[in-house]
Nanobody
Framework: QVQLVESGGGLVQAGGSLRLSCAAS????????MGWFRQAPGKEREFVAG????????RTANSVKGRFTISRDNAKNTVHLQMNSLKPEDTAVYYC???????????????????WGQGTQVTVSS
């Protein structure tokens, strides 16, 4: 089992940057595929980015491609989401998620992730 705690959210102007972090506690962090999801008011939770257990094959949603980057540090049990060129439509609660898997790619389906953090609010003003 793994516990996840996100940090780094906040209020930023359009065009700005934020770096979200997710700290994991528990065993065998390197056995987990990690993902970032977000949920805006009145909308469904959507996939933002994911990375395999060993850090390969990072993937991002088309809506954030070229602006967001996911990375992980297995030695520090952390995963990060670097968000650049933020837009008002990026405003949402961002969640870190974990799935125990040796898959070389990260699933974009929220239902495949068993563990979730409490979320961190990101607000982008225009």
């Amino acid at each position: 089992q793994v516990q996840l705690v996100e940090s780094g959210g906040g209020l930023v102007q359009a065009g700005g940057s934020l770096r979200l972090s997710c700290a994991a506690s528990g065993r065998a962090f390197s056995s987990y595929v990690m993902g970032w999801f977000r949920q805006a008011p009145g909308k469904e939770r959507e996939f933002v980015a994911g990375i395999s257990s060993i850090g390969g094959n990072p993937r991002t949603a088309n809506s954030v491609k070229g602006r967001f980057t996911i990375s992980r540090d297995n030695a520090k049990n952390t995963v990060h989401l670097q968000m650049n060129s933020l837009k008002p439509e990026d405003t949402a609660v961002y969640y870190c998620a974990a799935r125990m898997s040796w898959s070389v790619s990260a699933s974009a389906s929220a239902s495949e992730y068993a563990y979730w953090g409490q979320g961190t609010q990101v607000t982008v003003s225009s």
